[in-house]
Every structure is written in C-alpha cells, then in structure tokens.
Nanobody, 122 residues
Framework: QVQLVESGGGLVQAGGSLRLSCAASGRTVSSYTMGWFRQAPGKEREFVATINWSGGTTYYADSVKGRFTISRVNAKNTVYLQMNSLKPEDTAVYYC???????????????WGQGTQVTVSS
C-alpha cells in the first residue's frame, strides 16, 4: 500500500505563490499516476493536475493551466504542485492522489492524502 503525506498549505495573498508537496511512503508501480484534486467550501471535489510517475506526462484542469505546475522527484517519491498567480477562487482543501490512470481520471484513485488547506486572500 501507499501512504501519501502532504505539506505546504497555508494562507497567501492573491497574486502570490505557494508550493505543495506530497511524499509517497513507498514504491509506486510504474503504471501509477499521481496528482492533485481540490475541494472548495460547499463544492464538489475537482481535478487539478496529474503526472505519470514513469513517463512524466502532465495534465491540467483548464482553470489552473498556465498558473500551476505539477512536477516530481522520483528519488524522493515526492510530487509537487507549484501554484503561481493565485486567486481567491483557488481557496480549497488540496488533496494528493495516487493510482492507476484509469482510477485517477474518474476521481477514484487508489490512495488519497489527508488534504491541506490553501487560503488565498484578496
């Protein structure tokens, strides 16, 4: 099994930047995808970005494209989400996720992180 530990959430001013980290406890199978989802108050959880652990392919939601960057350091089993030009509407709990691509794309990954709060003030 895989355990995901998130860090980096906090309060940031609109227009600012923040980087989230997600550390996986063990080896992830080569076919697994990792990514980020978020859930704003009163809203459903939504896709943010994914990255394929073996191939480095990335995929972003339109709402964050050009502002957010997902990356990885395989030697550390860690995935990052660099968030730039943050907007108040980015305020949400951000969740790390891992699983086969087929599970992640439907929002049903094998593993979820605990979530980390990101608050963007105006």
């Amino acid at each position: 099994q895989v355990q995901l530990v998130e860090s980096g959430g906090g309060l940031v001013q609109a227009g600012g930047s923040l980087r989230l980290s997600c550390a996986a406890s063990g080896r992830t199978v080569s076919s697994y995808t990792m990514g980020w989802f978020r859930q704003a108050p009163g809203k459903e959880r939504e896709f943010v970005a994914t990255i394929n652990w073996s191939g480095g392919t990335t995929y972003y939601a339109d709402s964050v494209k050009g502002r957010f960057t997902i990356s990885r350091v395989n030697a550390k089993n860690t995935v990052y989400l660099q968030m730039n030009s943050l907007k108040p509407e980015d305020t949400a709990v951000y969740y790390c996720a891992a699983g086969q691509a087929s599970t992640v794309v439907v929002g049903r990954p094998h593993y979820w992180g605990q979530g980390t709060q990101v608050t963007v003030s105006s």
